[in-house]
C-alpha cells in the first residue's frame, strides 16, 4: 500500500492510501472521514479540498456520525428509566448527535500499514455530558482499505456510564464522478422488505414499520433508482426522493446486503448493522458547490449503517444503549468491484 499524507486545513490532514491496483481512498481526521475514492481518475464520493470548506459549506459528507446517527424526536432518551434531554440542533430534534458532534471534531490518528492492507486509525474522547449524552466515551474508528478495493469501517467504543450510542459513517456515492449528476440512472440492489415510515416533513419516524414489498421502494431485485423516485408512493413524496430507514432481511455481515451499480462499476454494502439509512440528497436546488460542480437534486446518495432512528419510539428496531464498561463493536465494509 501506499500511503501519504498531506495538509488539510486548521491542522488537519489528509490520509491517502493507494493500492495495487492504482485505487486511492483519503480520510482526514477532522471528523474522521473518507473524502476521495478515486477509480480510473473519477472520484465516486463527495468531498471538499479543505477542513474550512466543510465548515463553510456542509459538515456531514463523509463524516463518523454519533453519537447517536439520525434524528431522536425532541431530542430525549431514557436510559434507565431516567428522561436525559439532548442538544437539539434541528429544534426541536437531535440530528446526527447534536451541534458539533463526531463531525467536526479533530480526532488523533494513526495509520498503520500491512502491506496489502492498511489501516487509518482514529481516536476521540467524548466528554461526560457532551451534548447532553451521560458517560465519557471513548471511541476508536478504523478506516482500512486493502489491495481488493475493500473499504471497511470498524467501530469501537466503551462509556464510563449507561448511556445511548448508534454511530455511522456519512459517505454520500455518486458513481458517475460528477455531483452535478444526478444518480437517477444507477441500479440499487437492497436486501430489504421493510423500511421505518417517516411521519412528515420533520422527518421524525411515525411510529410503524412498513412492508416495501412490490411498491416501488421494494429494490430486492435490481432497478434504477429512477423508478422509486417517479414511483408515486407516499414516502417518496413526502421528502422528495429517499431519506428513510431500510431495515435489512437477513442480518449478517458476510451477506452483499446493498450493491449500487452503474455501467461496469459497483459497490457492494456488507455490515453487522440492522438497518441502512439511505438519503438520495433530496437538496432541491439548495445543493451546494464541490470542486466546481454544483451539487444535483439527487446527486448522490448514502448507505448509513445503523440501528435506525426511531428505536425511542418503536423498541422492535433495536437497543441504542450501551451500558458503562461494555465495549460497543461494529463493523460495515463498502466493495469496490469493476
Ligand atoms: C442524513 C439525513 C438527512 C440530512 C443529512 C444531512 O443522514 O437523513 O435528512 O439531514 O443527513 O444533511
Not at 78 to 92: A, R, S, T, V
Not at 142 to 154: L, P, Q, R
Request: with cysteine; glycine share 10%; net charge negative.
Amino acid at each position: 500500500m501506499k500511503i501519504s499524507t498531506e495538509a488539510f486545513g486548521l491542522g488537519a490532514s489528509l490520509i491517502t492510501l493507494t493500492n495495487a491496483k492504482g485505487v486511492s481512498i483519503s480520510f482526514t481526521n477532522f471528523g474522521a472521514r473518507v473524502v476521495n475514492w478515486v477509480v480510473d481518475g473519477k472520484n465516486i464520493v463527495w468531498g471538499f479540498d479543505s477542513c474550512q470548506e466543510y465548515l463553510e459549506k456542509d459538515t456531514y459528507p463523509g463524516a463518523t456520525i454519533g453519537r447517536t446517527a439520525g434524528r431522536i424526536k425532541d431530542g430525549i432518551v431514557d436510559i434507565n428509566g431516567q428522561k436525559i434531554q439532548l442538544n437539539q440542533n434541528e429544534f426541536p430534534q437531535t440530528l446526527h448527535g447534536g451541534e458539533d458532534s463526531f463531525e467536526t471534531k479533530m480526532w488523533a490518528y494513526e495509520v498503520i500499514d500491512n502491506g496489502d492492507m492498511a489501516e487509518v486509525k482514529f481516536y476521540l474522547t467524548s466528554e461526560d455530558g457532551a451534548n447532553g449524552y451521560p458517560g465519557k466515551l471513548d471511541i476508536v474508528v478504523s478506516h482500512s482499505f486493502d489491495d481488493n478495493s475493500c473499504w471497511a469501517i470498524d467501530y469501537e467504543a466503551v462509556s464510563t456510564k449507561d448511556t445511548v450510542f448508534n454511530p455511522t459513517g456519512h459517505v454520500y456515492f455518486n458513481l458517475t464522478g460528477d455531483v452535478s449528476k444526478p444518480i437517477d440512472q444507477h441500479r440499487l440492489k437492497l436486501a430489504a422488505s421493510r423500511m421505518v415510515a417517516l411521519k412528515d416533513k420533520t422527518e421524525i419516524v411515525r411510529g410503524d414499520i412498513l412492508d416495501i414489498k412490490d411498491t416501488g421502494l421494494d429494490f430486492r431485485q435490481e432497478k434504477p433508482m429512477q423508478d422509486a423516485f417517479v414511483s408515486g408512493h407516499e414516502q417518496v413524496e413526502l421528502v422528495g426522493g429517499i431519506d428513510h430507514p431500510f431495515l435489512l432481511d437477513d442480518v449478517d455481515l458476510d451477506k452483499e446486503q446493498a450493491r449500487l451499480t452503474l455501467g461496469d462499476l459497483s459497490v457492494s454494502v456488507r455490515t453487522d448493522r440492522p438497518s441502512l439509512v439511505i438519503f438520495t440528497a433530496n437538496f432541491g436546488d439548495l445543493g451546494t458547490v464541490y470542486r466546481g460542480k454544483a451539487l444535483a437534486n439527487h446527486g448522490g446518495m448514502t448507505f448509513e449503517a445503523q440501528v435506525s432512528p426511531g428505536s425511542e419510539q418503536i423498541s422492535e428496531l433495536g437497543d441504542i444503549t450501551l451500558k458503562a464498561g461494555e465495549i460497543y463493536r461494529a463493523t460495515t465494509m463498502y466493495q469496490l468491484n469493476k
